[in-house]
Structure formats: structure tokens, C-alpha cells
């Protein structure tokens, strides 16, 4: 009797699926399959990425000469495949490496799309560009830090982000010209969460700056999405280091702004890893309480009427937010998936993966302060920079570092409120 | 040293306070009706939420979003009680973490898209700034929810032990057939126990909303910390979940500060377990 | 003799179902309906027919995912060689976990679970040797065979078709052994059981063991199939909810109710979130969870309880009212 029952359920079960539809890519539309987190605790960046794309599709869909170098922007369309609009088709990551994968399987066999964006988490990053990687489709990644992805012998998957090392290094070089100035840089404490963001940065900074002979002299590690930070505070409040560096996720980088204010804790430079300082919400969370923290960041707003003011400001229409590094590196790098479909004229995965192999875009081209877009054999930008940036007003970042790309020079000490 | 020491026990003191303040509303239902409930760290989302609505809608603090919290949520586990609970109750265990889990998805995400999932936080110092005591510092904002949660806490214990209104909802709780047979509703009385314990919740979240971030998912990180909470302090005990609350609340704080925080949560579950082991009933709960 | 009948039919389906549906998202459909309803079978061995609603069985899990993708990233060997590692690990812990706690009645043996998972996912999370917050990786290209990597996901399915069979076969001899009896009289009454002779410990500690076993070699599954293991997507408690909620859906104490809870919420779920996780408002888990908690409300012991006449299951789990 009641295996009639499992036998109607499996079929009712198939029969759904059956119904997916398999759409046909149409000539004059590129697909790109896009992973992100959409759901869950980091949500709000997938949301802010959603925006960033639409925006980089009107760009490249529509003639956009005002901003000037921006390869695909003049004209409407992708010039090398006779106009072909692209088309975005974004999927939840549900914060989980066994749904990015899914996801990533589902994008490329049943929406066919020419290549894969994504994952934001480096783990999902790791497992997505795994199913890519078997049917030889391009992955591009713009954001994921871990510096593993990238060792992993993969010739379909290239990444335009800076890395840890790379940041690693300019921290040191940013302190070194701090104490130039006469600041005090002797002791460094490093704040991060136990993700594997955190933990990884946290490793590669620590060694950057043991290899300059400044060994970190305090390590404070946290469970993420702490409840209650006040453990911490204090025991920064009592070693009294000079230089806090914060490897944070936004929930963390909220409270831990509030607790400084509330047991009276101001380090002389506060000195943060992108992330959650980085998130608007942060800012308008907290922002005020948190004036003087240095960021690392690759975006900088630029001149009004510059391509980057411009970009920033279609942004602001279509999201409410500002602009923000994380967003920018996102955007940055699906111009650069975009260019190198335009270059290959076809949605072969393979000629979009020599293409992508020959980028070699200057700074003038980009929107982000990169020195410039250039693979090595691993797929990684070898010309992945950043700058540091200080939020002196507590409403918006401004570039002080280094001196080449300061709009104003930094502010010592860290304020607060 | 030790007078950082002193305010690692007090910081930890007022938030385990806290802890005890959110717990308490899942501590009632889960002794009176034995209802895991899996969405009950979305009920404090809720309470952070219509406080937050309130201050962007009208301003003003606590004063105006806590009670208001308080009545939104009160209604919320009526709702929930008629058109979820009283149905599931009668069903296995499994019944009830399959209903209040989906509870908790509905919940979290409807919130979610109506809301986005922007870090969202009230101005800070909105109850007012931080007190220091010769260098102790305490923020008014955990103060206020501290002196709260020992109110609620006392007000509960003697709503159940001092009036007929608790005497009859322990009742219900103790022998339904047996209440009925007395002329005592028992869907009155449990739906009464949810209003108070979904009432209690929403106060928690909207006082919690003040010196914390608002993000849908906020519940998730809350829940756990309740559920232990509770099983340490006794299904059903309320003084049992403030003791829980304030040991638990001291512990994290000390182990954060001596052993590092990443061991913190270890500490608390290990403790927890150890304790099960001596006193399976939990802190305050009956044998 | 309808019941073969029958049997035969579900099993041919079964066989047929990636050849029928052979799109490579469907067959990976099914591959996943199949793995979860390997562990959701297993779950309900001890949280189905014991009784006792385990809410951290993602440690056996995660026992199983981590002995497959250890064994290649730390000894350079076949993930396959993680399945016996794992199992043997599960089986110690659970017997480690299981003395103590399956003497906790109802709700108190849930959040001990609960603790122990949180406790050995914190563990896991600050352990560099077990790849810490980031993880392990298995091969993403394949040395040979046994790495089990493989671009189709029709060896996996059948793969996981064989396994399920086995474990539906462990739990109807189990049923119909000595222990199964003795299980249905402690899930109905510890106090009667114990009282007519029943070894009621041992039971259920056997029965916790046993499951922990099958439990262990879903996990390495899941891991070898998609090539990674953190913390997160190993040990979280999300894990144990997902596979409790399976079972309990299609009916937890019947032989083919984690597989109908398995074929109904892997495909929503995945089709769900193809359909709306992309506009990011959140819908996909506003229907998910509507869903549920319709079929808590509507069909509390379980889908298939609607067919086999135990719509009102009475043997609660312990947890119930006082009589």
C-alpha cells in the first residue's frame, strides 16, 4: 500500500524537474553565470553585487562615451560579437560550498552560460570553480582572498583581487612611512574572527611583518558573529598595543565599534582589513563613532565627471548605497570577464580563456586603482593593488596612502567619536 | 590587572543579564508545554526590529519601541499558539522542530525581503551615554536591560507562584485533563503562557536592539545562546534560566579575557555537558 | 505479495531515473536526493525507531567527510580510504557520546547533542591540522579512478543508490531482529521495557552506534562528491536540522520515510533557489519554510503517516506530556 504512495511522490518529484526548462543561448545575448550569497548572514553583499552588475550591464549594453577609457563602454553591446547584449543569470549561494556548487553545475549546463562569476566565500569559490573547471568553462573571481584557490593547477579560473600577500605588504610599507612621520608603529595587534578570512589574512600578515624583523605583538582571535566583544576590548585595553589591525566581517566590526566607545578604548592607529569596515552599513551604523580608521581599499571615488564619480554615482541611483571597494572590485572584475569575451568575438569557453590569458588592460582602462590587469600562469592578477583609505569625517572614506594617490594626507591619532 | 578583572566580571554580569532577559520567554514555554521552540531566537529579531521601526517612524528610545515591541510580539505568539502550536503540540517532538524550525525560516526571511539584509543599528547613546564608576565603565544601554531582565525574571516567578492566573497556568502545564475536569481552559491558559512568553521576547529584543546590530539573521546567533541557556538553567524555571544566564554571561566574559575567545563557546558547552552529566535536570529544574 | 510488486516498480525507477531525466542538473538531483536520504535513514535508526531525537549527528557526518578528504590531503590516498576510517571514528565517538548522554531523557539528550556537535565544529574550527576554518580539499582532478571525482554525476548515483539500499536493508533486519523489537518497546515506554527485560542501554546505545556508522559513510560521500570539507559544511548544526527535518517529513520511524522526505526537500530546495535565489529577496526560504511548517501543522507525523494509518503517532519520543 503505501509504496504506491513513495512511487507517486518519486514521480511527482521527477516530474518537477523534468519541467525545468533548457534554454538555448540566443545569438545576441551572452550569458555570464553569477555566484553569490544571496541568502544568509552575508546577504547584503550579495545584494550590493546584484546592484553593481546591473549597472556594469547598462554600461556595457548601452553607449556610454562619457566614461572615456573604460573598454566597452563607448559603444552599445560587445563590438566583437556584432552588438551581442550580456545577460546576467545570478544564483544563491545560500552561504554553503554544496549549493555553490550546485548552482554552479546548473548555470553552466542548463543555462549555458559562456563563463562563471563569483562566489564571494572563498570555500565556494573553491568548490564552484572545481565543477568549472571539469567542463572547461572560464571562472573568474574577484573577490575571494585565500590565497589556495590560485595553487590549485586550474587553467579556466583567473582572479583580479588582490590577495593577502599583497595587501600584507602594504601595510608594512603603510606603518613603516607612519613612524617616518613620527608616529609610534612598535607594537602590532592583530583582531580577526576564526573564518577562514580571518584566519588566513591574520597568518599572511603576521608573516609580512615577522619578515621585516616587527613580529605581531598581540593576537586576538574571536568566534564570528561574536555576541558580546567586551573580553576582547579589555585585553587590548590593557596590553596597550600602538597599531590595531582588524580583520573583521561587519556584524563583528559593529560591535566592536560600540564597545570601543563604550569602554573608552582608542588605539593610536586603527588600521582595518577591508570587510565589514568597508560595508555602508558599517558606516552609517557606526561611521560616527568610528572616525580616523584606516582601510585598506583599491577604490577611490576620483574627481567628479571622472569614470570612477560617474560609475559610483549611477551606483548610488540604483542601490541607495555609496560605492564601496568590495562592490568596486566586483564590478572591476566583471568588465574584465566582459572585455575579454568582446576580445575572444565568440562565446567559445576557449577562446574567452585565451582571451583572458592576453589581458593586459592599463590603469587609465580600469575603474579600480589597480596598476593594471595582467594574469600570470596560475590566473592571478599580477597588477592587483591598493591603496589606504581613512574615514577622517565619519561619513566617507577618503584616500591617504600612498602619497601618489592621497586626495588628503592621513590623520593621526585614531579619533573615534 | 585586577581591576580590569572587575570589569570583565561586571561586563560579563550585564550580559549574561541579557541572556537571561531573552531566555526567559523560551523557558516558559518549553517547561509549561514542552515546546522546543526553534524560532525563538527569530521572536528576538522580531523585537529588534519593530523597536527599530519605531525609532526611524516616530524616534524617541526604549521608552516608546520596548513596550510597543513588547505588544507587537505578545500578539505574534497568540497568532502563532492558535495557527501553529496548538495543532504540533499534540504531535511528536519531531512535529515540533519541523513546525518551529519552518516557523523560523518564514520568520527570518520575511523579514529579510521586506526589510533587505542590511546591517541595520540604532544611533548610539540612545538611552543615554556610559556611567564610569572610579574607572569602571557600564553602558546604560545593558544597564537598562540588566535591571529589566532581573524584573521580568521576578515579575514571571511570581506570576507563576503568586497568583491564580500562574496557578492555573502550572496546571495546564502539569495535567491537562486534570485542569480541564477543574473548569480551567487549557487553551486559554497556554495561549495566555505564549502572549507572556512572546511578550517578554519582544522586550528582550527591542532592549537588546539598543547597544546591538539588526540583521535578519541575528536570531541564528541569538537562538543557540538561549537554548543553552535554558537546558543549563531547567526547562521551566525561570530564576533557573537567570542563574544560567549570569553564569554563562561570566564565564564567556572571563574566558574570552584569560584563555582567548575562540575557547570561549567551548568552555560554556563543555561545562554544559559536564554539568548534565551530575545533573541531568538542569540547574533549577525538578528532578 | 503487492509489496514486491511494488518494490520491484520503485526499483526499476529508481535504476532508470538518470537515464530517464539525463540532464546533468537532474541526474545530480537525484544523486543528492539519494545522499540525503542515506543520511536521513541512518539518522532514523536511532532518532526514527529509538526515539531519541539526536540534533548533533552531524559529528558522525562530519567524522565520515573529514576521514575522506584527510586521507587524501594529509596521506595522499583515495578518499575511499576515509569510508572505514570514518566509520570506525563515528562508532568510537558515538559510543564516547552515547554512554553519557542517551541516558538523558527528551529534550535534555537533544541539546546535549547539540553541545557535543557545537563543542567538536569549535574543535575542528582552531585545529590547523584538520585545515582549520578553511577546510580540506579532495583531488579536483582525478589521479585515477578511486579518486572518485568524476565530471558526470552518474557514478555517483548509482554510487549512492547501492549504499541507500544497503542501509534500508540494515534497518528492515534490524526491525525485524531482537533489537528492532526491543526498540519499539523503549520508544513506547523506557519504564515497561526495562521492566519486561529489555536491555534498554545497550539497545540504544548499539542502535546510536549503528547509525553513527551509516551516518559517518553519508558524510564521506557528500565530501568526495563535491571535493571539500570545512567546518561550516561539515559539522554545522544546520546539517543535523537538515537531515532530522527530512526524516521527520516523510516520516521518521518508517522504512521509506527519510527517502520521501529526501525526494520532496532536495529538489525544492534546489529548484526553489533556482527559481528565486537569484532575485535575493529571500523567497526561497519564505516558501521553504512555509512548506514546512504546513506539513508540521497538517501532517505532523510525517508524510507517509498519511498512508500507513498512523496518522496519530502516539509513541512520542519522550518528550511528551505526563500521562
Known amino acids: 500500500m503505501k509504496l504506491k504512495h513513495v512511487t507517486a511522490l518519486l514521480c511527482a518529484a521527477a516530474m518537477s524537474i523534468a519541467l525545468g526548462t533548457n534554454a538555448r543561448a540566443d545569438d545576441k545575448v551572452v550569458k555570464i553565470g553569477v555566484i553569490l550569497p544571496m541568502s544568509g548572514g552575508t546577504a547584503s553583499i550579495g545584494a550590493h553585487a546584484k546592484a553593481a552588475l546591473e549597472v556594469a550591464t547598462d554600461i556595457i549594453n548601452n553607449a556610454h562615451p562619457e566614461l572615456g577609457n573604460l573598454p566597452l563602454a563607448k559603444n552599445a553591446g560587445l563590438a566583437g560579437l556584432g ?120 597568518n599572511t600578515i603576521a608573516g609580512a611583518f615577522k619578515e621585516k624583523g616587527q613580529p605581531v605583538a598581540l593576537d586576538v582571535a574571536y568566534p564570528v558573529n561574536a555576541t558580546d566583544l567586551q573580553g576582547q576590548v579589555l585585553q587590548l585595553k590593557d596590553k596597550k598595543p600602538d597599531v590595531i589591525i582588524m580583520i573583521s566581517y561587519t556584524s563583528d566590526a559593529i560591535l566592536f565599534a560600540k564597545t570601543m566607545q563604550s569602554l573608552d578604548y582608542k588605539p593610536a592607529i586603527l588600521l582595518a582589513d577591508d570587510a565589514g569596515y568597508s560595508d555602508p552599513s558599517f558606516i552609517k551604523a557606526v561611521g560616527k563613532i568610528s572616525q580616523g580608521v584606516f582601510n585598506r581599499s583599491s577604490w577611490s571615488v576620483g574627481p567628479s565627471g571622472s569614470p570612477s564619480a560617474i560609475i559610483a554615482d549611477m551606483y548610488k541611483k540604483k542601490s541607495g548605497e555609496e560605492m564601496d571597494d568590495t562592490v568596486g572590485r566586483q564590478m572591476q572584475g566583471f568588465f574584465v570577464l566582459a572585455d575579454a569575451i568582446d576580445r575572444a568575438g565568440s562565446t567559445d569557453p576557449a577562446k574567452i580563456q585565451v582571451a583572458l590569458k592576453a589581458t593586459d588592460l592599463k590603469p587609465e582602462q580600469l575603474m579600480m586603482g589597480y596598476k593594471g590587469v595582467k594574469f600570470d600562469d596560475k590566473g592571478q592578477n599580477v597588477l592587483a593593488s591598493g591603496l589606504i583609505i581613512q574615514l577622517q569625517d565619519g561619513e566617507n572614506y577618503t584616500a591617504v596612502w600612498p602619497k601618489a594617490n592621497a586626495v588628503k594626507a592621513p590623520v593621526l591619532p585614531y579619533k573615534g567619536w | 590587572m585586577s581591576f580590569v578583572l572587575v570589569q570583565v566580571i561586571v561586563g560579563g554580569l550585564l550580559l549574561g543579564a541579557v541572556y537571561a532577559l531573552f531566555s526567559s520567554g523560551l523557558t516558559l514555554v518549553w517547561g509549561m508545554m514542552n515546546i522546543v521552540n526553534f524560532a525563538h531566537g527569530d521572536f528576538v529579531m522580531l523585537g529588534m526590529y519593530v523597536a527599530y521601526v519605531v525609532y526611524t517612524l516616530m524616534g524617541g528610545g526604549p521608552i516608546l519601541g520596548a513596550p510597543l515591541a513588547t505588544l507587537v510580539l505578545a500578539t505574534v505568539g497568540v497568532v502563532v499558539y492558535f495557527a501553529l502550536i496548538r495543532d504540533i503540540m499534540k504531535g511528536p517532538m519531531l512535529a515540533q522542530i519541523l513546525g518551529t524550525f519552518g516557523l523560523a525560516l518564514l ?49 514571571l516567578h511570581l506570576l507563576l507562584t503568586r497568583t491564580s492566573l500562574g496557578s492555573k497556568m502550572l496546571a495546564v502545564a502539569e495535567d491537562q485533563t486534570a485542569a480541564q475536569l477543574m473548569g480551567i481552559r487549557p487553551d486559554t491558559m497556554q495561549a495566555i503562557a505564549w502572549a507572556i512568553a512572546a511578550g517578554a521576547t519582544g522586550l528582550a529584543g527591542a532592549l537588546i536592539a539598543n547597544f546591538f546590530y539588526i540583521v535578519p539573521t541575528v536570531g541564528e546567533t541569538l537562538g543557540i545562546v538561549a537554548f543553552v541557556t535554558v537546558s543549563l538553567g531547567g526547562f521551566g524555571s525561570v530564576p533557573g534560566a537567570l542563574v544560567a544566564g549570569l553564569l554563562i554571561g561570566v564565564i564567556e566574559s572571563l574566558s574570552g579575557y584569560l584563555i582567548g575567545a575562540i575557547y570561549k563557546d567551548i568552555v560554556v558547552y563543555v561545562l554544559f555537558l559536564l554539568f548534565l552529566w551530575f545533573r541531568p535536570q538542569g540547574l533549577m529544574g525538578k528532578a | 505479495m503487492r509489496r514486491w510488486i511494488w518494490l520491484t516498480v520503485v526499483a526499476a525507477l529508481a535504476i532508470a531515473y538518470p537515464l530517464l531525466l539525463s540532464s546533468p542538473f537532474q541526474q545530480r538531483l537525484g544523486a543528492l536526493v539519494l545522499l540525503y536520504a542515506i543520511a536521513a535513514s541512518a539518522w532514523n535508526i536511532v532518532g526514527g525507531y529509538a526515539g531519541q531525537v539526536s540534533v548533533g549527528h552531524v559529528v558522525f557526518f562530519g567524522c565520515g567527510a573529514y576521514a575522506a578528504m584527510g586521507s587524501y590531503a594529509k596521506f595522499g590516498l583515495s578518499p575511499l580510504f576515509g569510508i572505514p576510517g570514518g566509520i570506525v571514528i563515528a562508532v568510537g565517538l558515538a559510543a564516547i557520546i552515547g554512554v553519557p548522554t542517551l541516558r538523558l531523557s527528551g529534550h535534555y539528550f537533544s541539546m546535549a547533542t547539540i553541545a557535543v556537535a557545537e563543542t567538536m565544529r ?156 537569484g532575485k535575493g529577496a529571500g523567497l526561497t526560504f519564505v516558501v521553504y519554510g512555509a512548506i514546512i511548517v504546513l506539513i508540521a501543522r497538517f501532517q505532523p507525523g510525517g508524510l507517509l503517516s498519511l498512508f500507513t494509518g498512523r496518522k496519530k503517532s502516539k509513541s512520542d519520543t519522550g518528550a511528551g506530556h505526563a500521562p
Not at chain 3, 146 to 167: A, G, H, Q, R, W
Open chain 2, 107 to 155: 520568520l527570518r526571511y520575511s523579514v529579510f525581503w521586506w526589510f533587505g539584509a542590511n546591517f541595520l543599528s540604532m544611533p548610539p547613546n540612545i538611552v543615554g551615554g556610559t556611567y564610569a564608576f572610579a574607572g569602571l565603565r557600564i553602558e546604560a544601554s545593558r544597564l537598562l536591560a540588566g535591571v529589566v531582565a532581573l524584573l521580568v525574571t521576578l515579575g
Open chain 1, 83 to 202: 552588438g551581442a547584449k550580456i545577460e546576467v543569470v545570478i544564483a544563491d549561494n545560500q552561504g554553503n560550498p554544496a549549493t555553490g556548487q550546485n548552482q554552479a553545475l546548473r548555470l553552466i549546463t542548463e543555462d549555458k552560460v559562456a563563463a562563471v562569476f563569483g562566489a564571494y566565500q572563498s570555500g565556494i569559490t573553491l568548490t564552484s570553480s572545481a565543477i568549472a573547471e571539469k567542463y572547461g568553462i572560464p571562472y573568474l573571481n574577484s573577490e575571494s582572498v585565500a590565497a589556495n584557490l590560485t595553487e590549485r593547477g586550474f587553467k579556466w579560473f583567473f582572479r583580479t583581487t588582490p590577495i593577502a600577500t599583497d595587501f600584507a605588504k602594504a601595510y608594512v610599507d603603510f606603518l613603516a612611512d607612519m613612524k617616518a612621520a613620527g608616529a609610534k608603529t612598535d607594537a602590532i595587534a592583530l583582531v580577526h574572527d576564526n573564518t577562514e578570512y580571518g584566519t588566513s589574512v591574520a
Open chain 3, 122 to 277: 569549535l574543535i575542528v574550527t582552531n585545529t590547523d591540522w584538520l585545515g582549520a576554518a578553511v577546510g580540506l580539499s579532495g583531488p579536483t582532478v582525478p589521479r585515477n579512478v578511486f579518486d572518485l571525482s568524476f565530471l558526470s554525476s552518474l557514478p555517483y548515483y548509482y554510487l549512492f543508490l547501492l549504499v541507500l539500499v544497503i542501509t534500508l536493508f540494515i534497518t528492515w533486519w534490524m526491525t525485524n531482529s531482537r533489537m528492532g523489537f526491543y526498540l519499539r518497546a523503549i520508544k513506547d515506554s523506557e519504564r515497561a521495557a526495562r521492566s519486561l527485560g529489555a536491555p534498554a542501554s545497550r539497545t540504544k546505545l548499539y542502535a546510536y552506534m549503528l547509525s553513527a556508522a551509516l551516518t559517518s559513510v553519508s558524510g564521506a560521500l557528500y565530501a568526495m562528491m563535491f571535493g571539500f570539507v570545512d567546518p561550516e559544511s561539515g559539522l554545522g548544526i544546520l546539517i543535523s536540522v537538515k537531515i532530522l527535518i527530512m526524516a521527520a517529513l516523510g516520516g521518521a520511524g518508517l522504512l521509506f520515510g527519510p527517502l520521501v522526505g529526501a525526494a520532496i526537500l532536495v529538489p525544492l530546495e534546489e529548484i526553489s533557489n533556482s527559481w528565486l535565489g
